[in-house]
């Protein structure tokens, strides 16, 4: 069994990235991988004129293993600038190329602060080959951890919300993660035959967990919401009655209902979720 590659972090060095930080040290100490945790500094700020870039990396790298000891992590402490002709997102990617998953926090400041606020959140999310791990405003640290990394995985029943599972499967280690896979369910139009409806969408998500290891603990759910009855809100309740440590969906999967999950109900649970939410793209 090949080695699992690290989880990539992201941070500015505030308290509130270094929330996502934690998250991801939980998730790799859960896959059995190592924690790499990436500060971005532009070039021309990093020796604060003194000349001497060099002392003023080791400086960072340190303050950024103190700050990972404080949180009870263990991981390499990386500063990065972008290299010619190489913007935020490159640099980014270009660090991700060896993670397993990668880890990045949605509010930012100094280089990163547009992070998740036009080109460049569009940019790492179109192209990274890894499942991204985004937290939103609403963050809180890890829950206690439990015997067992507690992932809520949505899906719409569509073909293209089978991608997170296909992400996530190499990375779910059996007897370290229980996931259940939830479905929520909007009430057909009248004269639809909701029964054989929500059997097909059974169907269709027994099909689904069987592109997840056999070895791991998968749960199936689903919950009946009226039409328009808020897909966000049945999900966050959802993670909140699991306790989950984070909550997993496809990027921009359509299905029956025609809500597109990394559209509005991504954005929602993202903007409100104290969990961090892993998209996969299609």
């Given at each position: 069994?090949?080695?699992?590659?690290?989880?990539v972090?992201?941070?500015?060095?505030?308290?509130?990235?270094?929330?996502?930080?934690?998250?991801?040290?939980?998730?790799?100490?859960?896959?059995?991988?190592?924690?790499?945790?990436?500060?971005?500094?532009?070039?021309?700020?990093?020796?604060?004129?003194?000349?001497?870039?060099?002392?003023?990396?080791?400086?960072?790298?340190?303050?950024?293993?103190?700050?990972?000891?404080?949180?009870?992590?263990?991981?390499?402490?990386?500063?990065?600038?972008?290299?010619?002709?190489?913007?935020?997102?490159?640099?980014?990617?270009?660090?991700?190329?060896?993670?397993?998953?990668?880890?990045?926090n949605?509010?930012?400041?100094?280089?990163?602060?547009?992070?998740?606020?036009?080109?460049?959140a569009?940019?790492?999310?179109?192209?990274?080959?890894?499942p991204?791990?985004?937290?939103?405003?609403?963050?809180?640290?890890?829950?206690?951890?439990?015997?067992?990394?507690?992932?809520?995985?949505?899906?719409?029943?569509?073909?293209?919300?089978?991608?997170?599972?296909?992400?996530?499967?190499?990375?779910?280690?059996?007897?370290?993660?229980?996931?259940?896979?939830?479905f929520?369910?909007?009430?057909?139009?009248?004269?639809?035959?909701?029964?054989?409806?929500?059997?097909?969408?059974?169907?269709?998500?027994?099909?689904?967990?069987?592109?997840?290891?056999?070895?791991?603990?998968?749960?199936?759910?689903?919950?009946?919401?009226?039409?328009?009855?808020?897909?966000d809100?049945?999900?966050?309740?959802?993670?909140?009655?699991?306790?989950?440590?984070a909550?997993?969906?496809?990027?921009?999967?359509?299905?029956?209902?025609?809500?597109?999950?990394?559209?509005?109900?991504?954005?929602?649970?993202?903007?409100?979720?104290?969990?961090?939410?892993?998209?996969?793209?299609?």
């Amino acid at each position: 069994m090949s080695e699992m590659k690290p989880v990539v972090a992201t941070t500015d060095g505030s308290a509130h990235s270094l929330r996502a930080v934690s998250h991801a040290g939980r998730i790799a100490s859960a896959m059995g991988a190592g924690l790499k945790v990436l500060r971005i500094v532009e070039a021309s700020d990093l020796d604060g004129g003194s000349g001497d870039a060099a002392a003023a990396r080791e400086r960072l790298e340190a303050e950024l293993q103190h700050e990972l000891r404080r949180e009870g992590l263990t991981g390499d402490a990386v500063i990065e600038s972008p290299g010619k002709g190489e913007d935020v997102t490159a640099t980014i990617l270009r660090n991700a190329r060896d993670a397993s998953v990668l880890a990045m926090n949605t509010r930012g400041k100094g280089v990163v602060a547009s992070l998740l606020h036009g080109s460049v959140a569009l940019g790492v999310l179109g192209k990274a080959e890894t499942p991204v791990m985004l937290t939103g405003p609403e963050i809180l640290g890890p829950p206690v951890a439990a015997d067992a990394y507690r992932l809520l995985a949505t899906t719409d029943c569509s073909e293209d919300s089978s991608n997170v599972l296909r992400a996530l499967a190499p990375l779910l280690q059996p007897g370290r993660f229980k996931v259940t896979l939830f479905f929520v369910h909007e009430h057909a139009p009248a004269g639809t035959d909701n029964a054989a409806e929500m059997q097909a969408f059974e169907a269709t998500m027994q099909r689904q967990r069987a592109l997840l290891p056999a070895s791991v603990d998968v749960v199936l759910a689903t919950r009946d919401i009226p039409r328009g009855g808020g897909v966000d809100t049945a999900i966050l309740e959802k993670a909140r009655d699991l306790d989950a440590d984070a909550i997993a969906m496809s990027t921009h999967g359509q299905g029956a209902r025609k809500h597109a999950i990394m559209g509005s109900t991504a954005t929602a649970i993202l903007g409100r979720s104290p969990v961090p939410v892993i998209v996969a793209r299609v």
